[in-house]
C-alpha cells in the first residue's frame, strides 16, 4: 500500500497550534497560573473604573486629597474644635507682633496668619482682642487669599501654568481645590471666560473648600478655610438677615449637592403670604438681583429635617443685621456675591449657632 504523502500546509497547521500551546502555557506560568480576564470592546466600560472621580468612587479615600466630608465628620470642621492649641494666649502675642512687623516675609506672613487664626476661633479670646485679630485677618486674608498675588509658602494657594485643553472648571477638579470657578476668576482678573486662557498662561489656584459658621446671636457669619493637612484660616466676617421668630434652624448642614444656582426661582415657604413660584426678573422677586441660591442640607441629628433652607441675597437690604427672613439667611448684594464664588457643593460646611 502506498503511503499518502503529508501536505505542506498541514504541516504548517500543526507548527502553529503546537506554537500556540507553548505561548499560552508560557504566559499561565508567568501569570501565577490566573489567566487574565478578557476586556470588552466598549472603552467606557474598561476604562470606568479609572475614570471614577472622588466623589463617585468609595475605592479613593479622600482624605488622600486632605478633604473632610461634613456629612459624615462635620464636627472635625467645627472652627471652634478644628485647630486646639495648648497656649491661646502665646499665639495670640506672637501672631500678633508678627503681623506688627515693618516688613514681614512670607513665611512671617502665613506664620501670623495660622497663628492668629488658631486663637481667634478658640473662643478664648476677649472681645477686643477678637475684634483686633479679626481687623488683622481680614486684612491677611485679603492680600493672601482673596487677592490675585501667591505668597510662597502658602499651603493654600499656588500658581499654575495653563496647559492645551485646560479650562477652570478642569483644573479645579484635577486639583480637587473644591471651590466654584467664580473664585478663579475673582482671583485672576486678567481671566475674563473660564474657557479662554491662553496657552503657557500662569493663573493663581485657591485649594478649598470654605466654610462657614453663623452667630445668631450676633447675626453675623465668619467664613474660614480647612483641609486635613493645612491649619484653620479665618477670611472674613460678613452681616447677615436671619429668621423671624428664631425660624432660622441650628445646626450643622452642607451645602446641598446641584442645588446651588443663579437666577433661582423662589418658591414661596408654608408660611410666606404669597404662593406660588416667582421667577427671577418677575415683580416680587426676593432673592436679589443676581438671584443667588445656596441650599443647604442639615447634616446632624438637630437639622437633618430642615428642609428648604439657604443662603441667599435680598430684595430688602434694610433686613439684614435684623430677623425678618421666614428662616433662611439673608446677605447683602456684593456678600451673596463673595459667598456663592467661596462656598462648595457637597464640601463646604455651615454651622449655625445659637
Not at 67 to 83: F, R
Not at 100 to 122: D, G, H, N
Not at 242 to 251: A, I
Not at 278 to 289: C, E, H, N, S
Request: contains cysteine.
Amino acid at each position: 500500500m502506498r503511503r499518502k504523502k503529508s501536505s505542506p500546509l498541514a504541516a504548517i497547521i500543526v507548527i502553529m497550534l503546537a506554537g500556540g500551546i507553548v505561548v499560552a502555557a508560557y504566559l499561565y506560568i508567568n501569570r501565577g497560573g490566573k489567566p487574565q480576564e478578557a476586556k470588552g470592546n466598549d472603552d467606557n466600560t474598561a476604562r470606568k473604573d479609572e475614570d471614577k472621580t472622588p466623589e463617585d468612587s468609595a475605592e479613593k479615600p479622600e482624605k488622600k486629597v486632605g478633604l473632610i466630608d461634613p456629612k459624615t465628620d462635620h464636627q472635625a470642621l467645627l472652627p471652634t474644635k478644628a485647630e486646639p492649641s495648648d497656649d491661646i494666649e502665646r499665639d495670640y502675642r506672637d501672631g500678633l507682633a508678627l503681623v506688627k512687623l515693618s516688613k514681614p516675609t512670607a513665611e512671617q506672613t502665613i506664620e501670623a496668619r495660622t497663628l492668629l487664626s488658631r486663637a481667634y476661633f478658640s473662643g478664648k479670646l476677649s472681645k477686643a482682642q477678637a475684634d483686633a485679630t479679626r481687623k488683622h485677618l481680614t486684612e491677611l486674608s485679603e492680600a493672601t487669599i482673596l487677592s490675585p498675588v501667591v505668597v510662597e509658602g502658602d499651603p493654600y494657594t499656588e500658581y499654575y501654568v495653563f496647559a492645551k485643553g485646560d479650562t477652570l472648571g478642569k483644573v479645579e477638579k484635577d486639583h480637587a481645590l473644591k471651590i466654584p470657578h467664580q473664585l478663579l476668576l475673582r482671583v485672576n482678573p486678567h481671566i475674563k471666560q473660564s474657557n479662554l486662557i491662553q496657552i503657557g498662561g500662569r493663573v493663581k489656584l485657591v485649594k478649598g473648600p470654605f466654610h462657614a459658621v453663623i452667630y445668631k446671636d450676633k447675626f453675623v457669619m465668619d467664613i474660614y478655610i480647612k483641609r486635613y493637612e493645612t491649619p484653620i484660616t479665618f477670611v472674613k466676617r460678613i452681616r447677615v438677615g436671619l429668621g423671624k421668630d428664631d425660624s432660622t434652624p441650628s445646626g450643622a448642614f452642607q451645602v446641598s449637592l446641584g442645588k446651588k444656582r443663579a437666577h433661582a426661582p423662589w418658591n414661596a415657604p408654608p408660611a410666606s403670604k404669597v404662593r406660588g413660584t416667582i421667577l427671577w426678573g418677575q415683580p416680587g422677586y426676593p432673592l436679589g438681583p443676581n438671584g443667588r441660591w445656596i441650599s443647604l442640607q442639615g447634616v446632624d441629628e438637630e437639622t437633618k429635617f430642615a428642609l428648604g433652607y439657604g443662603i441667599h441675597g435680598t430684595n430688602d437690604p434694610d433686613s439684614i443685621g435684623k430677623a425678618e427672613s421666614l428662616g433662611c439667611i439673608r446677605l447683602g448684594d456684593n456678600d451673596i456675591d463673595l459667598v456663592y464664588s467661596l462656598l462648595y457643593e457637597k464640601w463646604s460646611a455651615v454651622f449655625i449657632e445659637k
